[in-house]
């Protein structure tokens, strides 16, 4: 599965939006830093976490298990497996809010915001 990532930072320094579908386009002309805007694969059986760090990329972690959101992702095109034993809600996850210790791509292609974890409805989430 090829993977289109973004740092969740850049969005906030630039004032862009999780829901603009112009998101991933407004940040290939940024000219962001390679880890903060680039591309990588996840091999089979390889989460979206495993994948990031095999690739030397360093995204938030904490419990490596589904229990305390520190890695979570925003889903902007594409669908990553949720395990039934998590911490993210229904209504957070309808909203494209995703683990990605524990998440495996289910598409060819994603776009993900990594580093989500500051967002304020996540704050709770967080131990
Ligand atoms: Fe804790 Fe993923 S690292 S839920």
């Not at 830093?33 to 990031?52: F, I, K, N, T």
């Not at 904490?62 to 520190?70: F, P």
């Not at 995703?98 to 598409?107: A, M, Q």
Request: aromatic letters at 10%; glycine letters at 8%.
């Amino acid at each position: 599965t090829r993977v289109e990532f973004l740092d969740y930072e850049a969005v906030v320094d630039y004032g862009w939006s999780l829901d603009d579908d112009e998101l991933f386009r407004k940040a290939g002309h940024a000219d962001l830093a390679p880890d903060a805007h680039g591309r990588l694969l996840v091999h089979p059986d390889e989460s979206l976490l495993e994948a990031a760090e095999r690739s030397g990329f360093a995204w938030p972690f904490s419990c490596r298990g589904g229990a305390c959101a520190n890695c979570a992702v925003y889903l902007a095109e594409g669908e990553l497996s949720q395990p039934t034993d998590h911490i993210m809600p229904d209504d957070l996850a309808e909203r494209g809010f995703r683990l990605s210790c524990n998440g495996y791509p289910l598409t060819d292609e994603l776009s993900v915001v990594f580093n989500v974890k500051q967002r304020p409805e996540l704050d709770d989430l967080i131990l």
